[in-house]
T-cell receptor
Framework: DAGITQSPRYKITETGRQVTLMCHQT?????MFWYRQDLGHGLRLIYY???????DKGEVPDGYVVSRSKTENFPLTLESATRSQTSVYFC??????????FGPGTRLTVL | GQQLNQSPQSMFIQEGEDVSMNCTSS?????WLWYKQDPGEGPVLLIA?????ELTSNGRLTAQFGITRKDSFLNISASIPSDVGIYFC????????????FGKGTLLTVNP
């Protein structure tokens, strides 16, 4: 299917475990982004990528790792999950414009 | 980091009423975007504005790019129950990384 997808949609994990959230887009967009959304903070940028093998930190990168070996995939890894990382995570992509298109989100709970 | 000031934070209105919300910034943006987020879903683009003073409509939605380039407005006319959701403004300043700055959102509730 065309568009941007995220998996899993829901995840429950325990403190200290490694978790990887997947993001896949079929538009061949150059830019991809990871955000977290929390009450009172809105959308905050975690990491972004301008192309395959090019990534950069956003506003709240601590505790997260990203990679982009292929243009269409942009996984986000929590190396050692903490309760403060309980959130809803959104992936987005954009072509050579400023308009970003968002995935449906992953709701992550860290116990 | 830079935040956009979006207001109001929430609105509770009756079906059929018109709605207005706005975003302001202390600095200039070259593009303003308005998104809507339904419960449990990701934000969806409603309107994009690219020129100061521009007024753009999408059905019952009308948005304006402020003449100073530091603000933008979104109006919804004759609201209906499916207008319920969170509305976000986003600004793009320019440059090659295409990062957006977001407002914190306006939660709209429509009473049938």
């Amino acid at each position: 299917d065309a568009g941007i997808t995220q998996s899993p949609r829901y995840k429950i994990t325990e403190t200290g475990r490694q978790v990887t959230l997947m993001c896949h887009q079929t538009w061949s967009h150059s830019y991809m982004f990871w955000y977290r959304q929390d009450l009172g903070h809105g959308l905050r940028l975690i990491y972004y990528s301008a192309a395959a093998d090019i990534t950069d930190k956003g506003e709240v990168p601590d505790g997260y790792v990203v990679s982009r070996s292929k243009t269409e995939n942009f996984p986000l890894t929590l190396e050692s999950a903490t309760r403060s990382q309980t959130s809803v995570y959104f992936c987005a992509s954009s072509g050579e414009t400023d308009t970003q298109y968002f995935g449906p989100g992953t709701r992550l709970t860290v116990l | 980091g830079q935040q956009l000031n979006q207001s109001p934070q929430s609105m509770f209105i009756q079906e059929g009423e018109d709605v207005s919300m706005n975003c302001t910034s202390s600095s200039i943006f070259n593009t303003w975007l308005w998104y809507k987020q339904d419960p449990g879903e990701g934000p969806v683009l409603l309107i994009a504005l690219y020129k100061a003073g521009e007024l753009t409509s999408n059905g019952r939605l009308t948005a304006q790019f402020g003449i100073t380039r530091k603000d933008s407005f979104l109006n919804i006319s004759a609201s209906i129950p499916s207008d319920v959701g969170i509305y976000f403004c986003a600004g793009f300043r320019g440059g090659s990384n295409y990062k957006l700055t977001f407002g914190k959102g306006t939660l709209l509730t429509v009473n049938p």
